[in-house]
């Protein structure tokens, strides 16, 4: 009879409240996160993955309310960076610490050459983004060895996205933007400007092209540019609503890969991923909240965990993982890439090897990299196969 499909569940912007006070909504969303967090947990024991953030500890806390001898945590941490050392399993054993959970650190090793990325060609039928060339931690398994569910943070950066001001401009009222813009500075933060504010202003916006490194050939065949046009508001919506930060966030299809990739990490290891933070009462809960003030910087979630995470933890800047800032300052060796059969076909090596050296591995350059290293293991031109 043939397969339909139709969409499980649709993103609508709830109405934005103005009336109840910010610290007081972030009670609300609190309160939300606590159920969310009891309904997929339901007595049972759970592992979590906990980073030194807001969003897993905030979950953490909220799983340790339903009995802290059933649950466990673990965090990953690289054993070398550029500069200093990878803290974030301090801040984790600090919250593991006051919630009182075991709490194990897995530490990501040097590879086994010294060498930061892999190189070594791989087989999979799909591009793999796993540019690091280390050994599997094992945290993953541990926390499945403890019980079938997985708690993860992952989808607090898009429910606390800031919209910038820029977006605002017609959309928020102006008194309660104005009231927002001075409140903000008065609890000691800035509101986001926005990039583009001439274009913004006038109504446009800068066009998304693909990557320079990209050969021509492969642009004009599948005639890119107008692929992404067409396609720009469906991979990532334009919304004109208070909280559109928030909104195109959760509306990418970027998630739709996400929960692929941890459905079929789960299923590997008799483990199922439950991310408690995008549960549609806890979405909507932070989507009611006005964009200024209590959203920047998750200013109402860390309000909210007062007496539930430890001061120093709630008052952390969000920090960029160590991973990042090292892939920035890379500059790879490319003389120790592998070769590919028909890889200049998919990608000018020339604008690839300019951008690192302009820029450093940004990921742009990593996700070439990884396309580059598949390719090496085995893919080659459709007219060769």
Not at 211 to 238: H, T
Not at 241 to 247: F, T
Not at 303 to 328: F, M, Q, S, Y
Request: aromatic content about 6%; glycine content about 8%.
């Amino acid at each position: 009879a043939g397969a339909t499909s139709r969409a499980a569940w649709t993103l609508r912007a709830p109405e934005v409240d103005r009336k109840t006070p910010w610290r007081e909504q972030g009670l609300h969303w609190r309160d939300a996160l606590d159920v969310a967090t009891a309904d997929r947990v339901r007595g049972a024991s759970a592992s979590i993955a906990l980073s030194g953030g807001i969003d897993s500890t905030a979950i953490a806390a909220s799983a340790a309310r339903l009995g802290v001898d059933r649950l466990y945590a673990a965090t990953d941490v690289l054993g070398t960076v550029l500069h200093g050392r990878d803290d974030e399993g301090d801040w984790a054993s600090m919250a593991a610490r006051h919630l009182g959970i075991r709490h194990q650190i897995f530490t990501i090793g040097a590879p086994p050459d010294d060498e930061p990325f892999a190189w070594q060609p791989v087989m999979s039928s799909m591009p793999a983004c796993a540019p690091y060339n280390v050994e599997d931690t094992g945290s993953w398994r541990a926390m499945a060895s403890h019980a079938p569910i997985m708690l993860h943070g992952e989808g607090g950066d898009e429910i606390w996205r800031a919209s910038e001001m820029t977006r605002l401009l017609g959309v928020e009222p102006w008194v309660a933007l104005a009231r927002g813009v001075v409140e903000t500075f008065m609890v000691g933060h800035r509101p986001p400007l926005g990039l583009n504010v001439r274009g913004r202003l006038r109504g446009t916006r800068k066009r998304v092209r693909p990557p320079r490194w990209l050969s021509d050939e492969i642009a004009r065949r599948f005639d890119l540019e107008a692929l992404i046009d067409a396609g720009l508001a469906r991979i990532a919506p334009v919304v004109r609503v208070p909280r559109s930060g928030s909104m195109k966030g959760l509306g990418t299809a970027l998630w739709q890969g996400c929960v692929v990739d941890y459905d079929a990490a789960g299923a590997s290891l008799g483990v199922e991923l439950r991310l408690p933070l995008l549960d549609y009462r806890v979405v909507e809960a932070a989507l009611r909240l006005p964009p200024l003030p209590g959203v920047v910087d998750k200013l109402a979630a860390r309000e909210a965990l007062r007496g539930r995470l430890p001061r120093a933890l709630l008052a952390r800047n969000k920090a960029p993982a160590a991973a990042t800032d090292d892939c920035r300052e890379m500059r790879p060796p490319w003389a120790r890439l592998p070769a590919a059969p028909g890889l200049t076909y998919y990608i000018d090596v020339a604008r690839l090897k300019e951008d690192a050296v302009a820029s450093g591995a940004t990921w742009e350059v990593l996700r070439a990299l990884c396309l580059w290293r598949w390719l090496a293991g085995g893919a080659r031109r459709p007219d060769e196969r």
